[in-house]
C-alpha cells in the first residue's frame, strides 16, 4: 500500500533549527515535495528532492535517502512565520503526476 | 497574473443538495486535480485530469463528479451522494513533467464547504 508517515506536532524556538523527517512506502517514486501551508490558505511549494543528497534553498533544506525511504526537512533560524504545517508528498511512478501526500506536520514556532 | 481562482471561498449547502465548485487557472498547465482536506488527514485525490475531455478517479472520487471541456476549467460537483461533504477542497494544476520543471502542483486559495 501507500504510506506517508510524518511527525504530527513540532515545537521550536525562534531563530533555533528544526528537522521534520518524513517516511514513505510507496509502490513507484518518482520524486518527493515538501509544501508549506498556513491555517485556511493554499500548500505553497518549498522543495524537492528525485535523487538522493540535499538540496539548500535559502533557510529551507531538504534531504533524500530513497534507499531509506525518508527525507527530511530543515529550517534554519526559525521565525515566528515559520509557524504552518508542513506536508510531504510523493510523486508516484508511471505516467501520470498525482502526489500522495503525508497527514502533514503542524510546527509551533514560539518567541 | 497567472494563477489558480477556487469560487466559492466559502459554501453552506443543506444535505441533499447538489454544490459545484469552481476552479480556473491561467497558467496554460494539462492536468488539473482536486483534493479534499480533512483535519488530521493529507490530502485525498479525488479526481484528476491530464488532458482536456480525459478525466481519472483518484482514491476517493465517490459521491463527486467533474468535467474538463476546456484547458482552463476543471469544475468540481459535490453530489447528495458523498456521505460527508464536509471539507476543505482545493484545487490544483500542474505542468507537464519534464527536465525542465519538477512537475509541482500550484493550488488555489481551496473552498471550504459546510453541509447543515
Known amino acids: 500500500g501507500q504510506n506517508i508517515d510524518q511527525p504530527t506536532e513540532m515545537t521550536a524556538t525562534e531563530g533555533a533549527i528544526v528537522q521534520i523527517n518524513c517516511t514513505y512506502q510507496?509502490?513507484?517514486?518518482?520524486?518527493l515535495f515538501w509544501y508549506q501551508q498556513h491555517a485556511g490558505e493554499a500548500p505553497t511549494f518549498l522543495s524537492y528532492?528525485?535523487?538522493?543528497g540535499l538540496e539548500e534553498k535559502g533557510r529551507f533544506s531538504s534531504f533524500l535517502s530513497r534507499s531509506k525511504g525518508y527525507s527530511y526537512l530543515l529550517l534554519k533560524e526559525l521565525q515566528m512565520k515559520d509557524s504552518a504545517s508542513y506536508l510531504c508528498?510523493?510523486?508516484?511512478?508511471?505516467?501520470?503526476?498525482?502526489?500522495?501526500f503525508g497527514t502533514g506536520t503542524l510546527l509551533a514556532v514560539q518567541p | 497574473d497567472g494563477g489558480i481562482t477556487q469560487s466559492p471561498k466559502y459554501l453552506f449547502r443543506k444535505e441533499g443538495q447538489n454544490v459545484t465548485l469552481s476552479c480556473e487557472q491561467n497558467?496554460?498547465?494539462?492536468?488539473m486535480y482536486w483534493y479534499r482536506q480533512d483535519p488530521g488527514q493529507g490530502l485525498r485525490l479525488i479526481y484528476y485530469?491530464?488532458?482536456?475531455?480525459?478525466?481519472q478517479k483518484g482514491d476517493i472520487a465517490e459521491g463527486y463528479s467533474v468535467s474538463r471541456e476546456k484547458k482552463e476549467s476543471f469544475p468540481l460537483t459535490v453530489t447528495s451522494a458523498q456521505k460527508n461533504p464536509t471539507a476543505f477542497y482545493l484545487c490544483?494544476?500542474?505542468?507537464?513533467?519534464?527536465?525542465?520543471?519538477?512537475?509541482?502542483?500550484?493550488f488555489g486559495e481551496g473552498s471550504r464547504l459546510t453541509v447543515l
Open positions: 497558467l496554460n498547465h494539462d492536468a
Open positions: 528532492n528525485v535523487l538522493d
Open positions: 508528498a510523493v510523486r508516484d511512478g508511471g505516467a501520470t503526476n498525482k502526489l500522495i
Open positions: 510507496t509502490s513507484g517514486f518518482n520524486g
Open positions: 485530469s491530464q488532458i482536456v475531455n480525459d478525466f
Open positions: 490544483a494544476s500542474s505542468p507537464e513533467l519534464g527536465r525542465a520543471n519538477t512537475g509541482e502542483l500550484f
